[in-house]
């Protein structure tokens, strides 16, 4: 059994920044797809940001320019860089590994970290 485990998160002030890190128990490049998706309080989980076997990203509209999303296949991880947060950026962060861009029954998920953006 695959195992993402997240960190990183915390309190952070608006316009701060915060680098989460999602480390698996397997070979990263086994998953056509990894990425992080975020869930406000209210809201369904979107997808934040995601990256290929290939390499290529995706990025929700509201983060584009500022988040990008590293790898180190050598740790089998990945991280999500954030700068210039703003509150809307709040929510619980999950990683997730998978076949496909879109959310599958297969796919693996971490329990989440908490991103919580104020003054």
């Known amino acids: 059994q695959v195992q993402l485990v997240e960190s990183g998160g915390g309190l952070v002030q608006p316009g701060g920044s915060l680098r989460l890190s999602c480390a698996a128990t397997a070979n990263i490049v086994a998953f056509n797809v990894m990425a992080w998706y975020r869930q406000a309080p209210g809201k369904e989980r979107e997808l934040v940001a995601g990256?290929?076997?290939?390499?290529?990203?995706n990025f929700a509209d509201s983060v584009k320019g500022r988040f990008t999303i590293p790898r180190d296949s050598a740790k089998n991880a990945i991280y999500l860089q954030m700068n210039s947060l703003n509150p809307e950026d709040t929510g619980v962060y999950y990683c997730?590994?998978?076949?496909?861009?879109?959310?599958?029954?297969?796919?693996?998920w971490g329990q989440g970290t908490q991103v919580t953006v104020s003054s």
């Open positions: 997730k590994a998978g076949s496909f861009w879109n959310v599958s029954r297969y796919d693996y």
């Open positions: 990256i290929s076997r290939r390499g290529g990203t």
